[in-house]
């Protein structure tokens, strides 16, 4: 069977990762003459059930898996992609998806794989391109089972185009089993009502040279103005500067928006290794010679605390 | 409470990427001037067992590591950060065994060794950064699983984890036996060890085991698993060439800049 099953968390509605996932989905049921099913858990709202729709050959919808429990849910999307005998089960990069994927993949006699920035389907074995070595190198690997379990990077995938025919949305078949051995018993997030950092289309990031949090408040007014998010680099988080949610690099976020101001941040391998696959990096650095600016469309070699306040200025004045 | 960490040694991240090279026959990376560390996150995982110890009263940590002669030195840092004993796998084979051949490894290892109650790995590594070690052992072991920890408390016999999530994080009650993959976080930064410390984990012996004691599928984990293979692996070529905005003064650079920005974002 060459069935491709995307499993999407309709927490995060169909943001732009979500569209990649399924958009990599759909491409790949094509590629291999397969159906793209949609395994949603919990409901989208209707306007986003409907986008679903358009580019899913089937949509089942799992109410009852709006409440992740990581060994409930795990044992009820085995029950629910078994049938279907997938090819691919692709997932987003998200901290739930990665929790479940090697075992569901384990549970469907499949192999997975983390982060995947392209798919290859034309071979024996699905293969997958990946960052490794914090970036410093890139690797395909051949999935020798099946299905296929693949995570992937968010952005790194283009949404695909809706299509003429709808799929029936219908409710999951599914019998769930609880398990008590672990419970989430309390949730908290700090960054609530954004986006999160990995769909953000454009980000504004800061490093060590800014010195201190005081500076994280120019760049969040500068962010302003062109609708990006805040991100940091790892020694602005350890720092204590931001919420260590900010962070991106290879302890951290991973990220591939369409544009990557790096303010104030150098360059390490670490920092490199989660947010190299943007489509544009800029950078403002004092050092002309800093790693950073190799892996630059362009820069500007100055003091941030100068070009700030003046960058800010100009795009707000543009946007009027 | 018997507590397993696993480790893994890698080598250095933190080395110059101007000096990485690969061996393209091989699909792995040329050591070259590097040097071979324990992966931070293992640290990070041996940090919050110390710590669990510490609040528990009690606990026996094993720090357990598959790979070549040199990780013994990442198990005489785990024991000179105050690990209780230490058990190498020799791996003889494969130097990149794929995460289900290692996961096979360490579950043999792990019921050789005796009762568990937890079993702590890194999230993933700074090399090949997997990330799947955690979880397949959990399904390997029969356990549940909870990805992404940074904390652990004990409170009536349970246990309870913090991890963190994509914007917060959440709290996990959980019974024993399980499995747990650590991520940094500001408290479980890895202690140095004392000099007096890393003198007497020198002495400390160490359990080895050869795949042929654990009953594993010897010659599938020597080729490096049946579960994925690396097909490639090169050094990607950047065509990006930086552009410094230029300009007689900070106003025209800035405004340059500020252009540039503009367009790619009216493009996105």
New interface residues.
Partial sequence: MNNVIICLFASAGFDRATQGVAGAGRRLADALGGQLHAIMLGAFTATDEAALAAIADHVSVATELADYQPETCLAALTQLCQPLAPRAVLLSNDTYSQELAPRLAFRLGGSAVADGVELISHSEHLQVKRAVYGGKAVATIALKRNPAVVWLRARAFEPAAPRDVTANVEPAALTLTTNSATRIVERKSESAGEARLEDAQIIVSGGRGLGGPEPFEDLKALAATINAQVAASRAACDAGWCPPTWQVGQTGKKVAPGLYLAVAISGASQHLAGMSDSKVVAAINTDADAPIFKHCRFGIVEDYKKVVPLLREKLAAARQ | MNIVVCLKQI?D??A??RE?R?DNEK?E?VRGAASLVTN??CENAIETALQTKEKLGAAKITALTFGAADAEDSLRKALAMKADAATHVMNDGATNP???AVAQVLTAAIQKLGAFDLVLTGR?S???????TG??L??LLN??????VDSIESADGKLKLK?????????????PP?VVSI????HNVPRIPKTRDVMMSVRTPITKFTLEDLGVDVATIRAGG???????????V?D?Q????TGDS??Q???Q??Q???E??R??
């Avoid at chain 2, 930086?242 to 905005?245: K, N, R, Y």
Wanted: hydrophobic share 45%.
């Fill in positions: 080598l991240p933190l110059p990427a990485f690969v699909k990376a931070i996150f794929d995460p289900l993933e700074g090399d090949w950064g997997v990330g799947q979880a397949l959990a399904e356990t549940p699983y909870v990805g992404f991890r963190q999530t994509d914007n917060g994080f959440e709290l996990v009650e959980a019974t399980l991520t940094n976080d500001e049946d579960y994925y293979a690396v097909a490639d692996l090169s050094i990607p950047k990006v930086c552009e410094f905005v900070l106003e650079k800035v405004e800049l500020a540039r920005i503009l790619v974002t493009a996105l």
